[in-house]
T-cell receptor
Framework: DSGVTQTPKHLITATGQRVTLRCSPR?????VYWYQQSLDQGLQFLIQ???????AKGNILERFSAQQFPDLHSELNLSSLELGDSALYFC??????????????FGDGTRLSIL | AQRVTQPEKLLSVFKGAPVELKCNYS??????LFWYVQYSRQRLQLLLR??SRESIKGFTADLNKGETSFHLKKPFAQEEDSAMYYC??????????????FGRGTSLIVHP
């Protein structure tokens, strides 16, 4: 068990809606990463937070946003959902030394289905 | 822009055969490279990283800067090696922060 917890495991919603995905990192990890995995795009890096601050940004849409709270858990907010947003969303965390180059520990993911 | 290419979606071998999962990367600086593995019904987890230069579960990977490759190898495949393998690169983005980039993965199937 990597210690990274993601909730919910599954989410089914409709187009136009907004959802929030939650991630609790491993104890002691300050960095949280969010990824989107779809069949045609593979694992795409969305955004990274380190100790509450945005550290790096990847291919994250403007309809998506994230934040990391003082207790280090993170939330990924997806709004105005489209069919193409259906995917598996992973969270990962890493130890704070040399941020960005440390191995990441992944959660089980949240499967989002847009109907 | 940094890129990771895993040319094979699927690699099928028999038990005891050698295995090589290919990974090529594109990055202008000195990258840090990783191999992650996802076994059936398990989480994605780190297998090895190039700076460690170690062998994990019989797998090794050597960084070849000239060929910009980081292929994963094992001399004798085992059935329990069947999994999805992802090559990943961590390199500095335009803003100076490290950006992780993953390949699309190779599914390894080892037949008995």
């Amino acid at each position: 068990d990597s210690g990274v917890t993601q909730t919910p495991k599954h989410l089914i919603t409709a187009t136009g809606q907004r959802v929030t995905l939650r991630c609790s990192p491993r104890s002691g990890d300050l960095s949280v990463y969010w990824y989107q995995q779809s069949l045609d795009q593979g694992l795409q890096f969305l955004i990274q937070y380190y100790n509450g601050e945005e550290r790096a940004k990847g291919n994250i849409l403007e309809r998506f946003s994230a934040q990391q709270f003082p207790d280090l858990h993170s939330e990924l907010n997806l709004s105005s959902l489209e069919l193409g947003d259906s995917a598996l969303y992973f969270c990962a965390s890493s130890v704070p030394r040399r941020v960005g180059n440390q191995p990441q520990h992944f959660g089980d993911g949240t499967r989002l289905s847009i109907l | 822009a940094q890129r990771v290419t895993q040319p094979e979606k699927l690699l099928s071998v028999f038990k005891g055969a050698p295995v090589e999962l290919k990974c090529n990367y594109s990055y202008s600086g000195s990258p840090e490279l990783f191999w992650y593995v996802q076994y059936s019904r398990q989480r994605l987890q780190l297998l090895l990283r190039h700076i460690s230069r170690e062998s994990i579960k019989g797998f090794t990977a050597d960084l070849n800067k000239g060929e910009t490759s980081f292929h994963l190898k094992k001399p004798f495949a085992q059935e329990e090696d069947s999994a999805m393998y992802y090559c990943a690169l961590s390199g500095r983005g335009t803003g100076g922060s490290y950006i992780p980039t993953f390949g699309r993965g190779t599914s390894l199937i080892v037949h008995p």
